[in-house]
């Protein structure tokens, strides 16, 4: 017969066993990508001299507008080439910088990568399932991702900070490559 | 008595997990849980893993965190190998990372780069950063953030760590001690009991133990009644 007691001793034996369940999950921060192969990856063997962007007041406002905070450094390397442009960002998730490639093409990031993860939560975002939103993004004219971009429960800060960092690298490629005028 | 303080912490588990529900929100793990939080927990000022001088500039490494002169620059997990001078600015090493500052002491870039090995050492050749690593030299290009390696490294002038006096090592750890404790870590600790050592984790559990005994017993005697 189902006693309290009986249930009770289920409860607690589930309870000693569950902890063990999640034991692999933890502590998947890595480096998933270098950057030499990022590179590779965006321009083949043919790869660009690098160029930098420094943060002129202008810059520096609309990246702090961005990103909620000034950026951390005052210049930004990128890649220029086969009408592509290629930028590592770092940002932060929770508390560590994650490190970040976007490619980007005539205005639409063409694939957006997790380089490297330094935190202990949140490394899902690394995942294709996750980073292929990214693909065909663009900016719409207030300045916001043209399209919504599906979170994951538990790696809410580290979503966030990819969808910063794709709009950075959207405006910044806006501003390395002027519009030709009709 | 037992009813009351049953009460009382139910109602502190279920109103710090209310506010932990949404800690990332409200920047919980960011905020530092401030002085006085810090003197309970015990927390002493983090030491100064290492300091250097260049140009003029003290800068110094703790807690993950580089200083120069005192200020934070950036976050660089592991300690400082070396500062040097070199044309239009400064560059400072970590064991994995370089970054490149302004005689001022402002981050100008940073860089990993992709070297079989750590940085050991830092050092300047003819106004131009040399690192050691694995034994062997390579000259940063600190323009294009590259480095090529160095067959015969010549007028090497390696960075020497400095020793930072007792004010210099306080008002560095105090900034370093800024990120120590988080007011979502001290939530954490009233939420699972571990903010009294040992008793309060006891209590947790009794609490949370005779809550499950009720859920369980409260359904079978409706199950019984039906």
Known sequence: ?182 | MFAISSLVFLFLISLTGLILNHADALGLSRASAGPAILRLYGVELPPVDAAFEADGIVYASSSGLVFANGNELAQAPGKLVGAVAVEGGVVLATGSELLVTTRAGHLVERFSPELEGRIARLGSSAGQAVLAVNNRSFLLDAERMAVAELAAPQDLDWSMPVELDSEQAAQIGQAALGNAISWERVLVDLHSGRILPTVGTWIADITALCLIYLCISGAVLWFRRR
């Open chain 1, 1 to 182: 017969m189902l006693t309290p007691a009986r249930i009770l001793a289920c409860w607690a034996l589930l309870a000693a066993l569950l902890p063990g369940v999640d034991a692999g999950a933890a502590d998947k921060h890595g480096q998933y990508l270098t950057r030499a192969e990022f590179l590779e990856e965006a321009f083949g063997t043919a790869q660009p001299e690098s160029a930098v962007i420094w943060f002129d007041d202008e810059l520096r406002e609309m990246a702090s507008a961005i990103l909620g905070h000034p950026p951390t450094a005052l210049r930004l390397r990128y890649w220029k080439g086969d009408a592509k442009t290629a930028w590592i960002i770092d940002e932060i998730g929770k508390e560590q910088p994650i490190t970040f490639g976007v490619v980007i093409a005539n205005g639409v990031i063409e694939s957006l990568s997790v380089l490297q993860f330094r935190e202990s939560r949140g490394w899902e975002i690394r995942y294709p399932f996750f980073t292929r939103q990214f693909e065909a993004v663009q900016l719409t004219e207030s300045g916001a991702l043209n399209r919504r971009i599906d979170g994951i429960s538990g790696a809410t800060l580290s979503v966030k900070a990819a969808s910063r960092v794709a709009k950075l690298a959207l405006a910044l490629d806006e501003f390395t490559t002027p519009k030709e005028k009709n």
